[in-house]
């Protein structure tokens, strides 16, 4: 099992940033993949941007250029620049090999004037 220490939600203004981190309890091929995912109330989790052990990124269309994401070790962050209301869901960390199966309890982020 993999557990995670999650910081860095909040309230946010629109066209505001906030950062998010997420330390994961161990260094393994449990966490070759990081990354972060989102779900709004009523609707799905979906796929915020990912980073493997290598350093490769994935971002959903909907965040490139605005978010980054970054991990040093077995610690992930999301820096998150330019929010839109939009952007306001739950966001979960999470780790695996090749997909995420490790989740974190999550960390609410509202981005609203």
């Known amino acids: 099992q993999v557990q995670f220490v999650e910081s860095g939600g909040g309230l946010a203004r629109p066209g505001g940033s906030l950062r998010l981190s997420c330390a994961a309890s161990?260094?393994?091929?449990?966490?070759?993949?990081m990354g972060w995912y989102r779900q709004a109330p009523e609707e799905q989790r979906e796929l915020v941007a990912t980073?493997?052990?290598?350093?490769s990124t994935n971002y959903a269309g909907s965040v490139k250029g605005r978010f980054s994401i970054s991990r040093a070790k077995n610690t992930v962050y999301l820096q998150m620049n330019s929010l839109k209301p939009e952007d306001t869901a739950v966001y979960y960390c999470?780790?695996?090999?090749?997909?995420?199966?490790?989740w974190g309890q999550g960390t609410q982020v509202t981005v609203s004037s």
């Open positions: 999470g780790s695996g090999f090749e997909i995420i199966n490790y």
């Open positions: 161990v260094s393994s091929f449990r966490v070759n993949l």
């Open positions: 980073i493997t052990s290598a350093g």
